[in-house]
């Protein structure tokens, strides 16, 4: 076969991770414009979130590329026909970071102050923490969020955003984390840190020496816990799962959107005893959350009907 193809977004965090694939794999890399160039229509009719995606998907099934790089996290959970997530290379740093001003940690920040994300998860997260803060909804890519932290202009200035360790460490911007967020206590995206490399059906083989299993066995719990309490990318729920020992364990948590109250659910199991230990551990996890009233905590189902196309964080 020729060098193979691998697509990707043109933002600077999907180039940096894109990268790091295409180096390993010897592959080149081929940048597809999304927003703008591809017609709304086709972009809709593949599903409204991971607007994304969406754009990568199409380029994979024309065969203009042979796979593509997406963060796994910004998946919608539905699985598109004729394609398949065919690696999961080993996941990086699933945690939350702070950026404050002036190496501020958040217990530091003074009363009132303006903390900037776009995601309901981490807006709840910090009011549970912090009810007095002020949290700013922010979009655009990491380097436009981390201009806004201590910018002179009343109006831009934030005393702080929260963004994913993973993604700052990819654009080489971690010196800019004043606060690590323990996953413990503030559990994040589902398959945060993870990257999904995906390929038409049947060409899975030539991405695989890239696949790492512990990193995909993790990250697909987590995302079934999604698609379990049907959740969109705009519900306020953060998911972390870990392998130790053999353990698969799995612990979820719902927020109420003013973070004024959470429910955890938690559960491990051995995945070799079990014929489908991913949707086992997360069915265990969501149904213990939904009888201690998730769905009525979190609006669940409105948080469908928000998604907006590519996700929120
Ligand atoms: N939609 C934004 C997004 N998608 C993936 C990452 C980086 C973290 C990762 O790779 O999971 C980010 C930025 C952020 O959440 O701060």
């Known amino acids: 076969m020729s060098v193979l193809r ?24 081929v940048v597809i414009h999304s927003e703008g160039d591809r017609s709304t229509a086709s972009l809709a009719s593949l599903g ?29 959970t539905a699985p598109m026909p004729g394609l398949t997530i065919a690696a999961v290379p080993k996941r990086v740093d ?29 807006r709840a997260q910090l009011l549970s923490r912090r009810s007095d803060l002020e949290i700013v909804d922010v979009r655009g890519n990491v380097d436009t969020r981390l201009g806004r932290v201590g910018a002179e202009d009343a109006e831009r ?3 702080a955003v929260v963004l994913a360790a993973a993604g700052l460490e990819r654009l080489g911007r971690s010196d800019a984390i004043t606060e690590h967020f323990e996953i413990d206590g503030w559990p994040t995206a589902p398959a945060q840190g993870a990257l999904g490399i995906e390929t038409r059906v049947g060409d899975e083989a030539a991405v695989a020496k890239i696949e790492h299993r512990p990193s995909r066995l993790t990250a697909e719990t987590e995302r079934a816990v999604l698609a379990l309490l049907e959740a969109g990318c705009s519900a306020p ?4 799962a870990l392998l130790d020992d053999g353990l698969l364990f799995l ?15 938690s559960h491990a ?45």
Request: with cysteine; hydrophobic share 45%.
């Open 251 to 265: 612990s979820a948590r719902v927020y109420r959107e003013d973070g004024s109250e959470y429910l955890t659910g």
């Open 48 to 76: 409204g979130a991971g607007v994304f995606a969406a754009a990568l998907r199409e380029a994979l099934l024309a065969g203009e590329v042979d796979a593509v790089v997406h963060s796994f996290k910004d998946l919608p």
């Open 6 to 29: 691998i697509g990707t977004r043109g933002s600077a965090l999907a180039l940096a991770q894109a990268q790091t694939v295409a180096a390993r794999l010897g592959a080149e890399l």
């Open 237 to 240: 729920i953060g998911a972390h």
């Open 94 to 122: 699933a945690r939350d970071a702070l950026c404050a001003r002036d190496g501020l940690s958040l217990a530091q920040l003074p009363a009132g102050a303006r903390v900037g994300t776009g995601s309901p998860r981490r």
């Open 157 to 159: 200035h934030l005393d």
């Open 269 to 313: 199991l051995y995945p070799d005893d079990v014929p489908d230990p991913v949707g086992e551990l997360a069915r265990r996890v969501t149904d213990e959350l939904l009888s201690a009233g998730a769905a009525d905590l979190a609006s669940l189902a409105a948080s469908r009907e928000l998604d907006g196309p590519g996700g929120t964080e």
